[in-house]
């Protein structure tokens, strides 16, 4: 099943539906398309199916070369027996190395690896393209009005989240 539908759209059955339901359906829809959908939109450019612990992950490290393992379960929200099983997971994928700390002697600081540093590129990559698809649909008016909302939403689920 490609991108292209039959016509029809989420959108076409809204009639009645609060506002909440319709940005449920929305979020669902661009879920399954951009993160489920193997077909239409391959994660990482085909090279690895989606997984979004190890895909911020990847990104986080990308961002913070060296960051502690700490740091990164804290940034992705996790569990420090969930972010160790993912830095193994990453580590053993050979996307991921650990050294010693250079600030530490007993923390271990994470980088990619060329291999872990080309996926978060083609990650990037096809990120970019997604979004473009998205924009595409609308005006240069209307991706400017999106992206104020959007500022505004991410930084409320941000202060939840930190809140939490």
């Known amino acids: 099943m ?6 029809s759209s989420p959108c076409d059955n809204f009639a009645g539906m609060t506002a909440q339901n319709r940005l ?3 979020v669902r829809t661009l879920l399954r398309l951009f993160l489920v959908n193997e077909t239409a939109f ?7 199916v989606f997984s979004p612990q190890v895909f911020q992950a990847l990104f986080e490290i990308e961002r913070a070369p ?4 700490s740091d990164l379960a804290r940034q992705l929200g996790l569990v420090p027996t969930t972010a160790s099983s993912l830095i193994a997971r990453l580590v ?3 996307l991921v190395d650990k050294r010693p700390s ?5 923390a271990v600081a994470l980088h990619l690896t060329d291999k872990g540093a080309a996926l978060r590129a083609a990650i990037h990559r096809q990120d970019m393209s997604n979004m473009a698809l998205m924009l595409s649909a609308l005006s240069p008016d209307e991706q400017a009005q999106l992206l104020g909302l959007l500022d505004k939403v991410t930084a409320r689920v941000t202060r939840a989240a930190d809140q939490s």
Do not use: F, K, Y
């Open 42 to 48: 391959p994660s990482a450019e085909g090279q690895m």
């Open 92 to 94: 053993r994928n050979g």
């Open 66 to 69: 060296g960051i502690r393992s």
């Open 102 to 106: 250079e600030t530490d002697g007993r």
């Open 2 to 7: 490609g991108a292209v539908l039959d016509g």
């Open 24 to 26: 449920l359906d929305h």
